[in-house]
């Protein structure tokens, strides 16, 4: 049973519901029941078999079940709390350019290294940081008696 | 067909031809009515520029001949004398003759021994001195700073709000260093508001962001008729504007300062130019309720000039120090005679 019931949810839902309507007796219903009148009002991908049903197959040997996934009724839902503070933002009298601005204060500016390899046509590694190079010895050419 | 209102509130059905003349008059009257929409301070601004613009050039026409005087600078690098243009030259085009130096840390001029903004062109045969943050007595520097740290605040607060806030800026005080903190009193019509923590920053930023731009302060005398026509837009200063001309010289003149876009009314003497500035921060927002004005609000802030350096604990203290109410008179028009700083605007000695 198990091992049918995976290898149905590898189809979609529709050919799922294909797929039963073809194998089930549907007058051999075991049970029957309704859950919610508002889940399966607009929703009318299935023809309205919204509600589970549980049956078996024509020739008996297999228990099938229809359990499709139920939508929440919109009149028991509350709505979704404003309290980030992007959304307050926008309240703000002061000028969006400004509150943009204060965003990205630490945003660096200006190209990736991404972009400015594409911009110069080298690889990446061209532009990471090289942190040596600010240590390195200077190396003034020398007075050579030898020469 | 469906024609949006002018208040984007709701939209009109013009599906029935019988009503369609009546609701087209309708909508042509309400498409009327939103030429005569609320003025912006950008509008404002503007105006004033090209106001401004016409009067200099006007002023500019009367130099017909360029003549000759002598400038005898005293002080380091050493004394020298120089020959500028009369009406022409600037105490920082002397500066850019004598040393970089001079050009970068001269917050304000002495010339003759009265203090002489950067950017104010000479008159006559002279004697000048370059004042800077770390003179020996930097107080008229000082005032000169704080007083443009003001008139900066003037500037963010002309700027930082969305265009449907009109900021009618009213006065500020003559700046008082013991109170910790420099003042702007303006009307922003806006009742409710106070302003968070990251709000202040953004109206910080507006001011730090003015070290870079580099703005110099330009110093116009003009007509009081010309100064009521540029500050028509805003109810204070075409109030103080007549006041201040009586007191002048003259008897009819305003000085106003420019600076970037923004103009408005000090007596001055002020900085250079905005490259000054270094730390720059709006502390607070405090109402204050005036006798004449009804009902304004009271913008504090903090500054330091590039040539001071402070550890950021300090800073941070006296950041802290300049959040409380600042004790300066409350903007009247009977103690602006004396006391404000935009609409006094010869009475330097009286209120130093």
């Not at chain 1, 949810?9 to 519901?17: D, H, K």
């Not at chain 2, 010289?249 to 000054?276: A, F, K, N, Q, W």
């Not at chain 2, 009902?295 to 802030?301: A, I, K, N």
Request: charge should be positive; glycine fraction near 4%.
């Amino acid at each position: 049973m198990a091992a049918f019931m995976q290898q149905v949810t590898a189809l979609s839902e529709i050919r799922l519901l294909n797929f039963l309507k073809r194998t089930i007796d549907c007058t051999r219903y075991i049970s029957y029941r309704q859950v919610s009148s508002s889940s399966s009002g607009n929703d009318n991908r299935f023809g309205g078999h919204r509600e589970p049903l549980v049956g078996l197959s024509v020739d008996g040997s297999t228990v099938i079940c229809w359990h499709p996934e139920l939508t929440f009724p919109y009149e028991h839902t509350w709505p979704v709390p404003r309290y980030d503070p992007e959304i307050r933002e926008g309240d703000s009298v002061l000028r969006v350019q400004l509150l943009k601005e204060d965003k990205m204060k630490y945003h660096q500016t200006g190209p990736t290294d991404v972009e400015l390899a594409n911009m110069f046509f080298t690889t990446k590694h061209r532009w990471y940081p090289k942190p040596e190079k600010m240590y390195r010895k200077r190396n003034p050419p020398k007075d050579r008696d030898g020469l | 067909m469906f024609v949006r209102s002018v208040h984007n509130c709701c939209r009109v059905c013009l599906k029935n031809s019988a009503r369609s003349n009546a609701f087209s008059y309708f909508i042509k009257r309400l498409l009327n009515t939103k030429v005569a929409r609320k003025l912006t301070n950008e509008e404002a601004r503007h105006k004033r520029n090209e106001i401004f613009n016409e009067e200099r050039a006007r002023q500019l026409t009367f130099i017909t001949r360029i003549e000759k005087i002598q400038v005898e600078h005293k002080g380091p690098p050493e004394d020298c004398t120089l020959i500028m243009n009369k009406g022409l030259s600037t105490p920082f085009n002397c500066a850019m003759h004598i040393g970089e130096l001079l050009m970068n840390r001269s917050v304000l001029a002495l010339v003759n021994g009265k203090p002489w903004d950067m950017h104010r062109p000479l008159v006559e045969d002279c004697e000048l001195k370059f004042l800077h943050m770390k003179d020996e007595n930097p107080i008229l520097s000082n005032q000169a700073f704080w007083r443009s740290c003001s008139f900066i605040l003037g500037y963010i607060l002309e700027t930082a709000f969305k265009n449907e806030h009109y900021v009618e800026l009213c006065s500020f005080p003559v700046p008082n260093v013991t109170s910790g903190s420099f003042v702007y009193d303006a009307d922003l019509k806006l009742p409710d508001w106070s302003p968070s923590a990251m709000e202040l920053n953004c109206l910080s930023r507006v001011g730090q962001s003015l070290r870079y731009s580099d703005f110099k302060f330009e110093r116009l005398d003009i007509d009081v008729s010309v100064a009521l026509k540029m500050f028509e837009d805003n109810q204070f200063k075409s109030e103080q504007i007549p006041q201040i001309a009586v007191k002048s010289e003259t008897g009819s003149t305003v000085t106003v300062y420019r600076m970037g876009d923004h103009i408005d009314i000090s007596r001055g003497p002020l900085m250079g130019s905005t490259g000054m500035l270094s730390r720059f921060n709006v502390t607070a927002v405090h109402k204050i309720e005036s006798p004449q004005y009804g009902p304004l609000s009271r913008v504090q802030g903090i500054a330091i000039p590039m040539s001071l350096s402070l550890h950021y604990w300090t800073y941070e203290f006296l950041m802290k120090r300049a959040t409380k109410l600042n004790q300066a008179p409350i903007p009247t028009v009977f103690q602006a005679k004396s006391r404000s700083e935009t609409v006094d605007n010869q009475g330097e000695e009286k209120a130093n």
